[in-house]
């Protein structure tokens, strides 16, 4: 089964989410392009709470920051697993290595508009299950809130310093971070495409963790330590909230990239898939 979350849109402008996260700190310097196909190793927007660099009020404040999507863990050696580790599973993310730290005290949300997944056509499944070698055909679906607000992705990040460089390289430090997954809804999506999934589980398996707005606060305050108490707001959202449609496989290639790529389909590219 292929990872998830791999790829999400990502086009407010540093302004709107300033706005709706009530961001405190952000530097102009870092603005990113609206983002439609983001892959790991790009740099992302993340909302967090954390004391200004060299103040002297030690009170966490609200920043929009770019970190590099793909969790480097402080411990490590090498950056390189770091495309590796764009995911932190709900359910172990408390107490695996890599990520019990950053889930302590280093918790985040990555604004999205919105995530993409694949499907396999329904005939190009039955081929796998007989055990014929065949490159199946994949439809790409794009998940949103159904309302159209920010799909605040819960997340985790982290620091990891390169002991090649001296202390005044500006590549010293790098500041990465990961999205937490869960299980899918099974239950029905707000709006559903014709003779396509009705539930986000008919997509894949897992999902973003999306937050809603009562829990931002809590998620990102680094006083809250306590695992039990954290984990309690690993709960899914309340169902309901989701749309899905098919969008075009030119998404695919991580080359592309443009509004054009969350333009809904009247039907799926790639043949009947359910």
């Known amino acids: 089964m292929a990872r998830m979350c791999g790829r999400y849109a990502a086009s407010r402008r540093p302004e709107d989410l300033a706005g709706i996260f009530e961001i405190e700190k952000w530097e102009p310097e870092e603005t990113l392009a609206p983002d439609y196909n983001v892959a790991p190793?790009?740099?992302?927007?993340?909302v967090l709470d954390r004391p200004l660099k060299d103040a002297d009020d030690p009170s966490p404040v609200r920043?929009?920051?770019?970190?590099?999507?793909?969790?480097?863990?402080?411990?490590?050696?090498?950056?390189?697993?770091?495309?590796?580790?764009?995911?932190?599973?709900?359910?172990?993310?408390?107490?695996?290595?890599?990520?019990?730290?950053?889930?302590?005290?280093?918790?985040?949300?990555?604004?999205?508009?919105?995530?993409?997944?694949?499907?396999?056509?329904?005939?190009?499944?039955?081929?796998?299950?007989?055990?014929?070698?065949?490159?199946?055909?994949?439809?790409?679906?794009?998940?949103?809130?159904a309302d159209g607000s920010v799909f605040a992705m819960a997340g985790l990040y982290e620091f990891w310093r390169d002991r090649t460089l001296p202390d005044d390289h500006p590549q010293a430090w790098w500041v990465t971070c990961s999205v937490i997954t869960t299980e899918a809804e099974t239950t029905p999506l707000a709006v559903a495409p014709a003779d396509g999934p009705h539930a986000l589980a008919d997509i894949h398996p897992r999902m973003p963790l999306m937050l809603t707005p009562d829990r931002w606060d809590s998620w990102l305050d680094p006083s809250r330590t306590d695992t039990e108490d954290l984990r309690s707001l690993l709960a899914p959202p309340p169902e309901g909230l989701m749309r899905a449609y098919p969008v075009s496989t030119a998404v695919s290639n991580v080359r592309n990239n443009g509004p054009e790529l969350l333009t809904e389909l009247e039907g799926p590219e790639e043949g009947t898939l359910f």
């Open 63 to 145: 920043q929009l920051r770019t970190l590099r999507w793909g969790l480097v863990p402080s411990w490590s050696k090498t950056p390189e697993g770091g495309a590796r580790m764009i995911n932190a599973r709900a359910e172990t993310v408390h107490e695996k290595p890599s990520f019990k730290r950053a889930f302590s005290s280093r918790r985040c949300i990555i604004p999205a508009d919105g995530y993409y997944e694949w499907v396999t056509a329904a005939a190009e499944r039955e081929l796998e299950v007989e055990g014929k070698k065949k490159r199946p055909r994949k439809q790409p679906y794009f998940v949103l809130p």
């Open 41 to 46: 190793t790009k740099q992302v927007y993340a």
